[in-house]
């Protein structure tokens, strides 16, 4: 295993990183009514997470001397407030998948801090999945 492919999974994250943002931004904006008002702010507070996320990843990077993607991952656009969550459900899901198995490429290549780190993001994210299903659950 190679740093560069370790780089390549780093971008692939940050590529995510970056679409979360655009993503919780955009629904954010078309959340309406009273569920909607309540999902704008949860949204809203978490792109404050995710570029802190899309930080950490630019700049380790860098470190590992790759260049970072500027190109947001793309995603489905539905119209309701459930359609919205069940997307933001199913990327939470397969970002908790992506980072687990970059934290591995990071052991692999004895970037122990980067390892732990990525376990850490991976955590974050299995608990934003978490939130996400109590609040389809209520719906």
Known sequence: MSKEKLVEGLNEDLAAELGTIIRYNYQAGKAEGLAGEQLRRTLRDEVADELGHA???TDVIVD???EPTTSAMDFDKPETLRE???VDLAMETADV????QHAHLAEEVDE???QLKLEEIAADEAGHAREIRRILRGM
């Open 55 to 57: 930080a950490f990843l």
């Open 112 to 114: 122990i801090e980067l």
């Open 97 to 100: 998948k992506r980072y687990t």
């Open 84 to 86: 919205m969550l069940e």
């Open 64 to 66: 590992l001397g790759g």
